[in-house]
Structure formats: C-alpha cells, structure tokens
C-alpha cells in the first residue's frame, strides 16, 4: 500500500502515456516487496529540473524520455563522467542531497546489439538526440564507424563533429551493416520510416528504439527483407535493470520479471 514512506519513482517525458517503464519497474517492485511505486510524468522542458530535484529529495528518481534527456543532465547536480561526455541523461536518483544522474541508455544499446549478434563494423542512425548520443557512447566501446541520418543537414554535420570529438569514425551510410532508430518515428501511427533499407543496402541487423504491440512498421518491413531486427523492449529492459542497481544498489534487480512485465503489455 502506498504511504508516507513510499519512494516515487517517475519516467519525464513528451509523450509519455506509452511509456513501459511504469508496468516493468512496479512488477519488480512488487516481485522484491519494495515499498515504492512508478508513475509517468508528462513535463515540460522547463518541468524537468524541478520534478528532478522533488523526487530525488523525496527519496526516489526515475528516467527521462524523449525530448528530455540533454536538458535532464544539465539539470544534474552530480552527473556521471558518462553522463557529462554524452550531454544526455535517462536515469536520475538523489544521495546525501546531491542530484545524481546517469546515461544507462548506453547499457541498453550495447544488451540489444549483442542480442542481434551486430557487427562491429559501421552503423547507420537515425536522429541526432539523447538516444543518438547513447549510440555513439556504445559505437565508441564497441570500435564501430557511425553514419548519421537526419531530415535536417545542419543537425545532421553538428552531430557528425560531436561524434567525431569523441572519438568515432564517420562512415558512409552505404557501407553500414547496422541500422539503429533513435528517432520517436514509430510511436504514432502513420508515422514514415525513420530510415529506408536502400539508404545502406548492406544492412544485416536493424535495432529499433521505439517498441510497439507487433513490431514497429519499420521493423516489420526490414524483417521482410531479411534483416535481423529488435524493437526498443530489449534495450528498455536492458537500461531498466541498470537504472534499478542505482536506485537500490542493495538489490539485485528481477530482470526475468521486468521483461515478463514488458512482454505482456506489448502481447
């Protein structure tokens, strides 16, 4: 029962109603009998450092979704060193006063690569934000050239420069095997394809950020034509189980609950 001593924990975003995060973190809750409860929070860009600092002074924290996760971590008190290099923060929880922050989108990404056995060779994303600087983070430990697609060109080179100053190589999107979805295309029906297969021909495996009841279209199309393919719930579960190991790092976090959880409200 929820009272006076129950921790809250909350996903920020716009939109957020889609959100898993609260059926996955409230199962493992219960699962380990945790008096704490998770909620969604649509903010907006200027909510985010107040409902931050409320829930981590209130003893709890939470995630940060799209569009939020580059104005969360320069909310943060104590980033991370992760968190401080990407300019992108997911994961949020209050110590000794303090407003810590941390990126386990990274954790997600490289869990759901090594899922879909991705080569180390070059990938494709789309989109330019917090789940791209995630990638780029994963890119970077895994040795991969980066290709980047966005509608908008100027984005597009800035993004390509921020990836390059942290060490990555840039690729042609022709020569990617990789193809990695970080844009929210997909969330809403009658959303276009963040990407073609013919943008990288030799695309083997495609990894979609955006989880939906069958598939994303996008993932349905690039199965038809062969690829290896995963929508966002394995990387969801991923990032989840390393968001909890902060937030109660007395516990080891239920991860075969969590995904139960997961699979059950996309069935």
């Not at 001593?5 to 995060?21: E, N, Q, W, Y």
């Not at 219960?30 to 409902?51: C, E, K, M």
């Not at 989108?105 to 070059?122: I, K, Q, S, Y």
Request: proline share 6%; with cysteine; net charge neutral.
């Amino acid at each position: 029962m929820i009272g006076g001593k129950t921790r809250v924990f909350a996903i920020l975003g716009d939109p957020v109603a889609h959100s898993l995060s609260p059926a996955m973190h409230n199962a493992a809750f219960r699962a380990l009998g945790l008096d704490a409860a998770y909620v969604p929070l649509r903010v907006t860009p200027d909510q985010v450092p107040a409902a931050m600092t409320l829930l981590a002074r209130a003893g709890g924290g939470g995630n940060v979704t799209v569009p939020h996760k580059e104005t969360a971590a320069r909310a943060a008190g104590q980033p991370s060193p992760r968190v401080t290099r990407l300019g992108a923060c997911n994961t949020f929880w209050g110590a000794d006063g303090a407003l810590l922050a941390e990126n386990t989108d990274v954790d997600g990404v490289l869990a759901a690569l090594r899922e879909l056995e991705a080569p180390d060779t070059a990938w494709l994303i789309a989109g330019t934000g917090g789940g791209a600087r995630a990638v780029i983070a994963a890119a970077l430990e895994r040795g991969a050239r980066v290709a980047v697609h966005s509608r908008d060109a100027g984005r597009r080179a800035a993004f390509e420069q921020w990836a390059a100053g942290q060490g990555v190589a840039i690729a042609a999107g022709a020569d990617c095997e990789v193809l990695i979805n970080t844009t929210p295309l997909g969330l809403t029906a009658g959303d276009h394809l963040p990407l073609a297969h013919e943008e990288a021909p030799r695309a083997q495996v495609a990894l979609d950020m955006v989880y939906a009841r069958g598939g994303t279209a996008w993932i349905r199309a690039l199965r038809q034509d062969g690829l290896r393919v995963a929508d966002g719930r394995v990387m969801l579960v991923a990032q989840g189980a390393a968001a909890f190991r902060h937030w109660f790092p007395d516990e080891d976090p239920p991860v075969e609950v969590m995904r139960a959880a997961v699979n059950d409200a996309l069935r």
